[in-house]
């Protein structure tokens, strides 16, 4: 019921009609994310309302930063991503989400790899280099497992990629 007001006021102050369309509470911030890239000149203002509405509803800080990310990536909203992405030295759930959400939704690769650079995990930036076609990048990752540089190499598709995971491989034979 508080949701549906909150839905109300929003159509009200924006012309968005986001009642009855039986939005979870995350939903409708997304949806006032993703609205927000239709209006460039209020947009601050209205992110300024997906940000009252978390509050409102006590979204946990995790869940939240989810939500920025898909809404922002979805209506590819890139510069609010890049400056979300700064707010935090390690943002609750980390860079991988920022790379997932940019790969799901046309982010340029090299913008994508500034965020998998920035995830912890070797194995983890591993599969976001594959995931991201940055075959280089993934074989550079695993450069310690041979049977990885392999897996690498089998998914190139150019013969230089190829030629690269050749020399790591070498490399091992030594």
């Excluded at 992110?47 to 869940?63: G, M, Q, S, T, Y």
């Excluded at 990048?137 to 050749?166: G, H, I, Q, Y």
């Amino acid at each position: 019921m508080v949701l549906e007001v909150e839905q109300h006021k929003f159509k009200e102050d924006w012309g968005m009609n986001l009642v009855n369309r039986g939005l979870s509470v995350s939903e409708t911030v997304i949806a006032v994310i993703e609205f927000a890239a239709t209006v460039p000149r209020d947009a601050a203002k209205i992110l300024n309302v997906a940000d009252k509405l978390c509050k409102k509803f006590k979204i946990p800080e995790k869940r939240l930063w989810q939500i920025k990310v898909t809404g922002l990536a979805k209506s590819k909203q890139w510069a609010q991503l890049r400056l979300l992405g700064e707010e935090k030295k390690s943002p609750p759930g980390g860079f991988a989400k920022f790379a997932k959400a940019g790969i799901k939704f046309g982010l340029g690769p090299s913008e994508v790899n500034r965020y998998i650079e920035m995830v912890a995990k070797a194995d983890e930036r591993f599969g976001l280099y594959l995931a991201n076609s940055q075959w280089r990048m993934a074989a550079e990752c695993c450069k310690t497992d041979p049977r990885k540089v392999v897996e690498v190499k089998l998914l190139c598709t150019n013969e230089s990629d190829k030629a690269f995971c050749d020399e790591f491989l070498r490399g091992f034979s030594t």
